[in-house]
Every structure is written in C-alpha cells, then in structure tokens.
C-alpha cells in the first residue's frame, strides 16, 4: 500500500495552515510547501468539501483550518484523498467487487485485524503531534 501524492500535499496543506493560524493565500501555501498552485488548489478543493479548512474570497482570501490541529489525525485527511483505505477489496462492504468467500477465507480475518491496527494507528496520530514532534528536532 502507498498514499497518493494528493495524501501527502494534504498534509502538507493541514500542517501549513497549522502553523500559520490565519487565512492564507493558495500562492503562499504553495510556495511554503513546494507543490504547484494547480494541485493545490484541487487539493483544497477536496479538503474544503470535507470541512477540513474553509476558502475565503477575495483580495485578503485563502484558506484556514475548520478544525484544531489536535483534532485532525492521519485518519481524517486519507478518508478525504484516498478514496479507500482497505488493504484489500474484501475488506470494503457493499462493493460490487467485495469476495463472497470472505466467511470461508483463511486470510480474511487476519486482514480484519491488520486492518483495524492500520486505521487505529493513523487515527491516534494528530497534525497537532506531528507539528510538536517536528518542533523538538534539532535543526
């Protein structure tokens, strides 16, 4: 399993507006984090629609966060960017492709359990610790 480039800027876009604490401009966002302003701006627009940060109009305009940095784990950008997180289609209910042996399949239930511990793992990390972490490095 490997997140899409849009997890990664999305973060990166959270982590940003984190540290700013004000509205912020799409041109400064995407200065600071090095990504182009085109995939940023698709990349808000996804975080925007799951009341992550808010956009704001006009000459002042940008982005800020909806939420505390506290209140925003791993967990809650990937839902927003990864489409779907399961490390296999068994694991995804009410998909057309999901196995109809997973009842009877060996492997299912430890799939099960790999993953709740990955979803566990990536909900028990917040941007707000991440941001602390980054903090105590030395530079």
Do not use: W
């Not at 399961?86 to 999901?98: A, D, P, R, V």
């Amino acid at each position: 399993m490997q997140l899409t480039r849009t997890t990664d800027y999305a973060i990166r876009i959270i982590m940003y507006l984190s540290k700013t604490r004000r509205v912020t401009s799409a041109g400064e966002i995407a200065g600071q984090i090095g990504i182009a302003k085109k995939s940023l701006l698709a990349t808000a627009n996804k975080l925007r629609s799951a009341r992550l940060i808010a956009g704001h109009m006009g000459v002042s305009g940008g982005y800020s966060l909806m939420r505390r940095p506290e209140d925003i784990s791993l967990l809650d950008i990937m839902e927003v960017t990864e489409g779907s997180i399961k490390i296999n289609h068994c694991l995804e209910h009410g998909k057309i492709n999901s196995c109809f042996l997973s009842e009877y399949c060996p492997v299912h239930e430890f799939y099960c359990d790999l993953q709740k511990k990955l979803e566990e793992s990536f909900a028990s990390v917040t941007i707000r610790q991440l941001l602390d972490r980054a903090a105590k490095k030395p530079e």
